[in-house]
């Protein structure tokens, strides 16, 4: 890598002084690079969100760290060579190789700790990811239904669909909707071929914006509650499985009729 320096007579009398590299102080501990990795997620927040925005910013910050052991061993690698070059000292040379295999070394460890922690970061936060989507999407959907009421009757009318039997329909909602629901009851009855009875009655135990329908052959739960069970399942399906089609969830169960 380097050219041999030919010496003159005078410099073959002439003592060379070994090169010394203390002062280059780029050698990297093991503890101190398991210092930056010391990853304990027990400590964050019992909140998703803040749990998650935590997990990634340490994340960062071992990146940057990874980023300044880059920096060091690029620094160190051009040192060694302009001085070694400069004087010729072999043993500089092997002594700054070394140290430079050291911080390699360090930097690799670095590396593969940022990856496991990405990969910790990523299966840690799967779940409180969906409990996270879903609990946004509850609070919007509930937003939605206090502010545009028509969504419970578009929800009863998709329902009623998948009802073979429709001489007699009762229609369990909360209390908050039973009004709405009642004034568009011809509404609805008229939309159905083969409706001769409609009957809409108050439940508290009924979630506002969700309904249970139930008729001489079964039950359909239908609303939100039930679309975001839909999408909570679908969430948490394996690959290579297939998700329930749409629609498959609100057949009428004669077995929930009959208790």
């Known amino acids: 890598m380097f050219r041999n320096i030919i010496k003159n007579a005078d410099e073959e009398q002439s003592s060379i002084v070994p090169y010394s590299m203390r002062d280059m102080p780029l050698h990297l501990d093991s503890q101190e690079v398991k210092g930056h990795f010391n990853f304990s997620p027990s400590r964050t927040s019992s909140d998703p969100k803040k749990k998650v925005d935590h997990l990634l910013k340490e994340i960062e910050d071992r990146e940057r760290y990874v980023k300044q052991i880059t920096d060091k061993t690029q620094s160190l690698e051009k040192e060694a060579y302009e001085k070694g070059f400069a004087q010729g000292e072999k043993a500089g040379i092997e002594l700054g190789e070394k140290r430079f295999d050291s911080v390699v070394k360090s930097f690799t460890e670095a590396l593969e700790e940022v990856r496991r922690l990405k990969e910790e970061l990523y299966q840690k936060s799967e779940q409180e990811m969906i409990e996270l989507v879903l609990a946004i999407a509850r609070r919007i959907t509930k937003k939605e239904v206090s502010t545009d009421r028509k969504i419970i009757l578009s929800m009863i009318n998709s329902a009623l669909k998948y009802i073979a039997d429709k001489e007699e329909i009762r229609v369990r909602l909360n209390p908050s909707d039973l009004e709405f629901a009642s004034q568009h009851k011809e509404e609805i009855a008229e939309g ?22 139930e008729s001489n052959r079964g039950i359909i739960d239908c609303g939100i509650e039930k679309h975001l069970q839909k999408v909570e399942e679908a969430l948490s399906i394996p690959v290579g499985e297939s998700p329930q089609v749409e629609g498959e969830g609100l057949r009428e169960s004669k077995e929930d009729h009959d208790r």
Do not use: C, H, T, Y
């Open 192 to 213: 159905m071929e083969g409706m001769r009875n409609l009957i809409f009655k108050g439940d508290e135990g009924v979630s506002r914006g969700n309904a249970i329908i």
